[in-house]
T-cell receptor, first 114, second 112 residues
Framework: SQQGEEDPQALSIQEGENATMNCSYKTSINNLQWYRQNSGRGLVHLILIRSNEREKHSGRLRVTLDTSKKSSSLLITASRAADTASYFCATDALYTGTASKLTFGTGTRLQVTL | SQTIHQWPATLVQPVGSPLSLECTVEGTSNPNLYWYRQAAGRGLQLLFYSVGIGQISSEVPQNLSASRPQDRQFILSSKKLLLSDSGFYLC???????????FGPGTRLTVT
């Protein structure tokens, strides 16, 4: 089953506005990651936030993590048309192996119009 | 720098035919390798992962299998495709441990 669930499923904003996407999950995690996917393409890693971190920034991206509520948010500030894509959160569950077993949500489709 | 390749980019196969999708990674050694499937408009589902040559872990029971004959080569196979095998297949690699994954461009498989 999908552990991460993004909200909203779709978001349409104008260029220059901020976009906020939320993700909820169910089990304990090592970290939570956000990825971007342009239509029909592979995923691109945006940011990783570890379970002991609360906030992280990367350029125009700001990610928060609340492990008590099992939720995360991705904020894209001053959006651009080129930000149009689907955004996925992925949780890396706690386990003893050496692989990174990500569970992806269903994604938020972001449309940024001029 | 590291790069990941997948081929073919698109594939149309009849039901009951075999499948072989290949993924190779350059610029790193002993990567963790992953196969995902993405249904239309959905998130990714982890199918297989490998932490070393010949070491394959399956996440979901299905009609597919994976192999890792070389350190940087990961192959997804099926002996007989089903209609439900249609989807977008993505290969990814990561360093050992809880790190981000780097994805290939994907293969869109349509089973007819």
């Amino acid at each position: 089953s999908q552990q991460g669930e993004e909200d909203p499923q779709a978001l349409s904003i104008q260029e220059g506005e901020n976009a906020t996407m939320n993700c909820s999950y169910k089990t304990s995690i090592n970290n939570l990651q956000w990825y971007r996917q342009n239509s029909g393409r592979g995923l691109v890693h945006l940011i990783l936030i570890r379970s002991n971190e609360r906030e992280k920034h990367s350029g125009r991206l700001r990610v928060t993590l609340d492990t008590s509520k099992k939720s995360s948010s991705l904020l894209i500030t001053a959006s651009r048309a080129a930000d149009t894509a689907s955004y996925f959160c992925a949780t890396d569950a706690l386990y003893t192996g050496t692989a990174s077993k990500l569970t992806f949500g269903t994604g938020t489709r972001l449309q940024v119009t001029l | 720098s590291q790069t990941i390749h997948q081929w073919p980019a698109t594939l149309v196969q009849p039901v009951g035919s075999p499948l072989s999708l290949e993924c190779t990674v350059e610029g790193t050694s002993n990567p963790n390798l992953y196969w995902y499937r993405q249904a239309a408009g959905r998130g990714l589902q982890l199918l297989f992962y490998s932490v070393g040559i010949g070491q394959i872990s399956s996440e979901v029971p299905q009609n597919l299998s994976a192999s890792r004959p070389q350190d940087r080569q990961f192959i997804l196979s099926s002996k007989k495709l089903l209609l439900s095998d249609s989807g977008f297949y993505l290969c990814a690699w990561s360093r050992t441990g809880p790190y981000e994954q780097c994805f290939g461009p994907g293969t869109r498989l349509t089973v007819t």
